[in-house]
């Protein structure tokens, strides 16, 4: 099955720094890519996704890239605010056609003023 | 809309106790998912349905049960608590259908067994 690994655990940065987390998976017929955003108490909530025909997307100040080559794929977040804090999950969908997603282990994000 | 609806959001359970957790979606979406989230373990997958009585096993399902009678609801059943199931679970809908690949959460319910 699909394996993600994810990093880093935790990460801190200062407000209006960029932050980066990165993602590894192992199963080439992965197909689609999401990220999610979860806050304290609360269920994740997808930020942003792409998919496999696609290396970058952009979304206001989050961006995700894709390297199928090498099975990796990343979160970028520019111009952090304080509410950026959270923890961000990747995500592998694999088995194409099953709608089934495997997470990363999760980074908690904070961001210092 | 109300989104993915999960109840309870705590429960206390004796081990041996069984219960169900309830989701239900009103978006019409045909996957539906359980999730349970450990510390530094991310979220794993434990059933998943991709349409009305259809069913199938993800990760972990050992411990647990599912149906989907509707489209609306997918409960899960804990047959016989016990404390590694103490956890925080997750349902989650999608409709890929209609291009909404991303899951949309419910808002958790927190189970502990003691």
């Known amino acids: 099955g699909e394996n993600v690994e994810q990093h880093p655990s935790t990460l801190s940065v200062q407000e209006g720094d960029s932050a980066v987390i990165k993602c590894t998976y192992s199963?080439?017929?992965?197909?689609?890519f999401p990220w999610y955003k979860q806050e304290l108490g609360k269920g994740p909530q997808l930020i942003i996704d792409?998919?496999?025909?696609?290396g970058e997307k952009k979304d206001q100040r989050i961006a995700v890239t894709l390297n199928k080559t090498a099975k990796h794929f990343s979160l970028h977040i520019t111009e952090t605010q304080p509410e950026d804090s959270a923890v961000y999950f990747c995500?592998?969908?694999?088995?194409?056609?099953?709608?089934?997603?495997?997470f990363g282990q999760g980074t908690r994000l904070t961001i210092n003023p | 809309n109300a989104g993915v609806t999960q109840t309870p959001k705590f429960q206390v359970l004796k081990t041996g106790q069984s219960m169900t957790l309830q989701c239900a979606q009103d978006?019409?979406?045909?996957?539906m998912s359980w999730y349970r989230q450990d510390p530094g373990m991310g979220l794993r997958l434990i059933h998943y349905s991709v349409g009305a009585g259809i069913t199938d096993q993800g990760e972990v399902p050992n411990g647990y049960n599912v149906s989907r009678s509707t489209t609306e609801d997918f409960p899960l059943r804990l047959l016989s608590a016990a404390p590694s199931q103490t956890s925080v679970y997750f349902c989650?809908?999608?409709?890929?259908?209609?291009?909404?690949?991303?899951?949309?959460f419910g808002s958790g319910t927190r189970l502990t067994v003691v």
């Open positions: 978006m019409n979406h045909e996957y």
């Open positions: 989650a809908s999608s409709s890929p259908k209609t291009g909404n690949y991303g899951y949309t």
């Open positions: 199963d080439s017929a992965s197909n689609y």
């Open positions: 995500a592998a969908q694999y088995r194409q056609g099953a709608q089934k997603l495997v």
């Open positions: 792409i998919r496999s025909n696609v």
